[in-house]
């Protein structure tokens, strides 16, 4: 089956030639780390059976965070530490959307700019939950930022996972009581345009403070942001399993590619109620590379570049064959 390293490898040498000026060199650097992964360019072990000497060669793996087959140990590790912090209470699925008028500063400020989203996200709920009209208490709050949808459209927004109610705040607390647990409704009736309108308003004076060139015109910040609000009730493994599977992956895995060739890449996207095909031409702008089209004829402007990479990689030899079974 094709994969994300085929496709840098088809056509990565000549999207750096045309577009390399307006590359970030974490984004240079994932491309190397995901070609080079798993192969003889990291060297790698030798294993060999103490019952029939078969030998086995594995590669070393890139450990770049963008690399679509590392991190299954790091995901798993991420999944157990957040479902240790999970209360016995019912939990609602908050979405954050910033306005595509706002993307392009986005991916101009990343660091910056993501930081200040998701914080401004979290920070939104807690406020508003502290009212006794919606929920009485200061609520938890788990936020995971995702930058693409399943077509590889550039779209930041923030999931959060929230507790379906909070504890009173100490200030509140009757002399001598402990905290009290003030349960939401069971809808969780929030308001989605004040929590729409606090978010953006602290997105935009962390922003501004932050990113004081971004020089965005006025009316960007006039323009509504999109929450979405659902209950998971008991179910919040669900929502860890889906949060999980974006917290150390690229915008694309290796099981969507289902077809590399000398011009275009086919991947596998969602789009409710059924599963459509995209076809990707390697060839764009530097700003919106890899315009992709749907089967049905809609295009969008796609990246396969990840954000950014944590950690050097340096290559190594095979080390002399370990004791240790293959099989």
Not at 191 to 209: E, G, V, W
Not at 278 to 302: C, E, I, L, N, V
Request: net charge positive.
């Amino acid at each position: 089956m094709p994969e994300v390293a085929d496709a840098f490898r088809r056509f990565a040498g000549s999207y750096v030639a045309a577009h390399g000026a307006a590359m970030l060199p974490s984004h240079r650097r994932a491309i190397a780390d995901i070609i080079a992964c798993r192969t003889e360019a990291l060297g790698g072990q030798q294993w060999c059976c103490n019952h029939c000497g078969t030998l086995l060669h594995v590669f070393h793996s890139c450990r770049n965070r963008a690399c679509p087959k590392c991190h299954a140990e790091q995901t798993q590790a991420w999944l157990d530490q957040r479902r240790a912090e999970m209360l016995p209470v019912p939990y609602f699925h908050v979405t954050v959307t910033v306005p595509e008028e706002l993307r392009a500063a986005l991916r101009r400020h990343q660091i910056d700019g993501y930081g200040a989203l998701i914080k401004a996200a979290a920070e939104a709920i807690i406020v508003l939950a502290r009212d006794p009209r919606w929920v009485g208490g200061i609520v938890g709050v788990l936020a995971v930022l995702h930058t693409w949808t399943q077509r590889l459209v550039f779209h930041p927004h923030v999931h959060c996972l929230v507790t379906g109610g909070g504890l009173s705040e100490p200030a509140l607390a009757k002399a001598g009581d402990g905290a009290t647990w003030h349960p939401a409704g069971k809808t969780f009736r929030f308001p989605k345009m004040a929590l729409a309108t606090l978010a953006r308003a602290r997105f935009h004076d962390a922003f501004a403070r932050l990113c004081p060139d971004a020089d965005l015109p006025p009316h960007v910040w006039q323009i509504p942001w999109v929450v979405h609000i659902t209950p998971w009730g008991e179910g919040q493994q669900a929502a860890l399993d889906y949060l999980a599977r974006y917290a150390f992956r690229i915008a694309i895995t290796n099981n969507r590619i289902l077809a590399v060739d000398d011009e275009t890449v086919t991947y596998r996207y969602k789009s409710l109620p059924s599963r459509k095909r995209g076809t990707a031409p390697p060839t764009a702008s530097a700003r919106k590379p890899w315009p992709a089209t749907s089967s049905s004829g809609a295009s969008s402007s796609t990246s396969c570049q990840p954000a950014s990479t944590r950690s050097a990689i340096t290559a190594c030899g095979m080390p002399r064959a370990a004791n240790r079974c293959a099989t």
